[in-house]
């Protein structure tokens, strides 16, 4: 197997169901533009959860920056449409099989310049709105976002896990002043923090009743209890790929495991698509393990490393790391999947159940609950090297990095790299010069 083969981000889009996803997924502002002209309430957000939006069938939910339009979005049309008629796979294969000069420059262009453009252009739209520029990156790019589809969206929702973050709570501040917004009061704790029950009971009424006014129609808790259980079985699935990540493989890289957390948190406008698409997915990739048609980078001496920190990371990062012969992995979904405690539990109401399963995946001690997780994955995959992403401005995250990094050297003897991060796109040479460093010293241990 060539190298190219092995460690080539674009090698994931030659499964039928990541296209099929990754199309989907860039086609979400034309179809909820059109779910709205259909009457339809657009409810969006930032963070998961939102899928309970699906229990209402006058609503949809739409991961905002699901609405973001890349320059190369006047390719879209012609993508789906090979790809409907099962071409787009073919191509794709070609071009890793046969060095293409042509093609080389389409997926550069496609994986890094254009994402670093698009997204400065929307915190240069928050800048010229006079938002707080001494906030982090994913708040500047979000509120930009806000405005720019502005027109697009009856409500956002936000708080949950973000409850935790000042900058987080400012930006929904700034937001209620032009739009209706829910913002979810979610303290720590779990099923024995009486105080974190009550919160959650109470928020989530409050919640159902606002959107019942928005959409004029009563929740259908049958629904609800269907989106859990779509839920469910989409969490075996992630947990069926980690397995081949804990064998030493890498069935998916950066770019498609960035993708399969996007579409995780609105289910792509179509929960049963999203659900099948996981599963055609979990098929064809055991299908190439059991063909042996998979790479063990860990028997090879591939070095993975694994991503942590801020949520946002230059989207140049991915390449970095492929031509410096690593591969970075961004796997938190994976491993809250494999942690989460949730049951259905069908004696109780569908209301009830959605209650459970917010107290559930509450954190429970904030950060440390992260750091676990990170340290978790580090240790279950036995990575070579964790990258923590310091985003310039975050209060909650990035103060985590010496805590993480001691524990990392303690615990499991890895090499931590902390990367500041201000605006996507800015001093790539310097990042890519601390990369190669860091990914040579982890090769010589
Ligand atoms: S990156 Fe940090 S500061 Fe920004 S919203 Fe997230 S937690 Fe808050």
Redesign the pocket.
């Known amino acids: 197997m060539k190298y190219m083969e092995i460690n080539n981000f674009v090698t994931d889009f030659t499964y039928k169901s990541i296209l099929d996803l990754g199309i989907k997924y860039l086609l979400g502002n034309k179809e909820i533009k059109e779910a709205k002209k259909s009457g339809k309430k657009i409810i969006g957000s930032f963070l998961p959860p939102i899928d309970m939006i699906y229990a209402f069938k006058n609503a949809l939910p739409i991961f905002l920056p699901r609405l973001i339009e890349f320059e190369y979005e006047k390719y879209v049309p012609i993508l789906n449409l090979l790809n409907k008629f099962n071409i787009l796979k073919s191509i794709l294969n070609y071009y890793i099989k046969n060095e293409n000069v042509l093609l080389n420059q389409f997926f550069k262009d496609f994986d890094q310049s254009g994402y670093s453009r698009v997204f400065s252009s929307l915190i240069d739209i928050a800048a010229n709105s006079n938002y707080y520029m001494d906030?982090?990156?994913?708040?500047r790019i979000s509120y930009g976002a806000f405005l720019k589809y502005f027109n697009l969206v009856d409500m956002i929702i936000g708080g949950f896990e973000?409850n935790?973050?000042?900058?987080?709570a400012k930006?929904y501040e700034r937001i209620n002043l032009y739009k209706p917004t829910f913002y979810f009061e979610k303290p720590y704790g779990d099923e024995n923090s009486p105080n974190t029950i009550s919160i959650i009971d109470k928020e989530f009424n409050r919640f159902i009743k606002l959107v019942e006014k928005l959409t004029k129609e009563k929740i259908d808790e049958d629904l609800l209890i269907n989106i859990l259980r779509i839920q469910q079985e989409i969490r075996k699935y992630l947990i069926l790929i980690y397995k081949l990540f804990k064998r030493g493989y890498v069935p998916l890289q950066s770019v498609a495991l960035t993708l399969i957390h996007g579409c995780y948190v609105d289910l792509l406008s179509d929960p049963i698509f999203c659900k099948n698409k996981l599963k055609q997915l979990t098929n064809e990739i055991y299908h190439k393990y059991k063909k042996h048609e998979l790479y063990n980078y860990k028997k090879e001496g591939i070095p993975r490393i694994i991503i942590t920190g801020?949520?946002?990371f230059d989207p140049a990062l991915p390449s970095i790391f492929q031509n410096a012969g690593a591969s970075l992995l961004y796997l938190d979904l994976f491993q809250s999947a494999k942690d989460s405690k949730f049951k259905l539990d069908f004696k109780l109401s569908g209301l009830d159940l959605y209650k459970k399963f917010l107290v559930e995946t509450n954190y429970v001690n904030g950060i440390i609950d992260l750091i676990d997780l990170w340290l978790n994955i580090a240790k279950e995959i036995e990575v070579d090297g964790i990258l923590f992403s310091k985003?310039w401005?975050?209060?909650?995250?990035?103060p985590a990095f010496k805590i993480l990094k001691d524990r990392a050297n303690s615990e499991l003897a890895i090499p931590v790299l902390g990367l500041d991060f201000y605006t996507p796109g800015e001093n790539l040479s310097q990042v890519q010069t601390r990369i190669e460093a860091f990914i040579e010293m982890i090769k010589k241990k």
């Open positions: 906030t982090c990156v994913q708040t973000g935790y973050c000042l900058h987080f930006f801020s949520p946002g985003s401005g975050c209060r909650f995250t990035t």
